[in-house]
């Protein structure tokens, strides 16, 4: 697969926030890989109470990169929304996506209804009866069913028998709230699958994987939040990424099947990764999906680690999602300048 690359200039709109540091680098990197492209591209930084004159940046295509204070994706969600209103060209984003990104819960029952493996799941809700939750085979993983980047999850998620699944329920309500996520856990391999594509032309980049190693031998083989973020902890250091991942040619094509058929199902656009986790018949499971993941320049993000596998530069890899961006809303790569247009019948104020 080669990348696709836009032979006229663009410009394009990073709306990003402050409160992660590493949401700033990644803006700063797409930043530069665009303009290395030869690309306008402006920033802009994104709060609750400048997101109208955020939706008024000029930009053939919007990066709508905004990380809320506490994850919960609603400001990216609303700003997201409104720009599509405004029928902006903005990467990855469908309203359509939103149920999908605010809870794990209604993605796994997109899943389901359309036939597609996940594990075996139930909610449990704040006033529900958890000592008598029944139904499911232990061990299971309990989650909190709104966060994301692991948020919630550690080595205590996965239980064993009823009373630490209700302890770990009790435990998330307290400190998450919402609703709490209880699926059959999968101690097979683990892949982080990046899909880009629209309609017809649905593409799987090489898979990573988590290679659980070192104390992860006394230990559940769980991508918590401190294996993702926290590097001082053994868990990031004992769960590093594996990519390109080389599997039996069978087991590989029904992973690209289910990622391919579940991106269509979702409704996902230009760019998505699926987690998906194998039984111990390397059956292939959709554990969780990011509408929204991390593309920055990193050992620790699996889209740009897929893509690097590729032999793509980082640079090809950015403009490649901005070109799918724009020829899915536009319906054709770029052959002459829209932004005087847009800017005529937009005031920057």
Known sequence: MTPLSIDYPISVAILYTTYDPDTVEVAMQMNEALTSCGHKVRMFETTAHNWKKALRVPGDVVINWIEDENTNWRLWAKVGRHLELLHRAQLGFSSRLIPYSLSKIKTKRKLRLSGLATPPFRVIRKHGNIANFRGLNFPLIVKPAGEHASA?????SVVIDH???ADQAKYLFKYYGGEVLVEEYLDGLEL???????KRHIIPFPFAQVN??????????VYSHNAKWNNSSWEYWDAPLLCPVVLPKKIMASIDDL???AYKALGCVDVVRFDVRLDNKYNPYIIDMNVNPHIGK?????CWRSAKALDWSYPEFIE???AITYKRHFKRLPDRLRERQFMLATAIR
């Open 152 to 156: 919630g999850i550690s080595q205590d």
């Open 163 to 165: 009373k630490e699944m």
């Open 192 to 198: 982080h699958v990046t899909v880009i594509g629209n």
């Open 212 to 221: 659980y190693k070192g104390e992860f031998k006394d230990n559940w083989n």
């Open 259 to 261: 990622v391919k058929s």
């Open 298 to 302: 990193d050992e620790e993000s699996e």
């Open 320 to 322: 490649t999602l901005v």
